[in-house]
């Protein structure tokens, strides 16, 4: 999260997402196993806001959207989950090149590989093997970079967000943890 202190700075950092000059990358275990690569180049209605008075485009078409992602690793595990006879599971790295609300978790359903813990946009009996079996309670979707031109400076920032102990318990249960994550 990049919030700015004053209204000079957030007029910054507005031009900043809006010109293109952020960008940002995410961690995912989502089901299946994804494509080596994917861009996602698919339109997005947006969300209606749910605070009074805030009912969002009425844009029939959609607004641009596209994320693109990466395989980094996958696996398949022995146990039966819904109508397959094993469970298959992918760690990408998504990176959106727009930005839509929930634009990553509503690609990835998009292409048939939700990420895993997603009440929202997710596979029920997916959540519940994860919840099940690795006690995981929560959405396996994590924000690890960012970068931006400083709003006062222009010098380019990076800022790097470690796996918190679940998410990193995780990928070591999976022999994950030794995957290159960027």
């Known amino acids: 999260m990049v919030f700015a202190l004053d209204q000079e700075t957030a ?65 398949e595990l022995p146990y039966p989950v819904g109508r397959y006879s094993s469970a298959r599971f992918s760690l990408i790295r998504a990176v959106p090149l727009t930005g839509r609300t929930h634009q990553i978790r509503r690609h990835l359903k998009h292409v048939f590989h939700p990420i895993i813990g997603d009440t929202t946009y997710g596979d029920g009996k997916q959540n519940a093997f994860f919840r099940s079996r690795f006690s995981c309670h929560r959405l396996l979707l994590h924000a690890m970079d960012i970068s931006f031109p400083h709003p006062q400076t222009g010098c380019s920032l990076h800022v790097h967000a470690p796996l918190d102990n679940v998410f990193g318990a995780l990928l070591k249960t999976l022999d994950w943890d030794a995957v290159t994550l960027s």
């Open 11 to 75: 007029r910054r950092m507005t031009e900043s997402f809006m010109s293109g000059r952020v960008s940002k990358s995410y961690l995912a275990v989502v089901r299946g196993v994804a494509k080596e690569s994917e861009r996602i180049d698919y339109p997005m209605k947006d969300l209606p806001d749910k605070m009074p008075g805030g009912e969002g485009l009425d844009d029939k078409k959609g607004r641009e959207a596209v994320t693109e992602y990466r395989r980094l690793a996958s696996v």
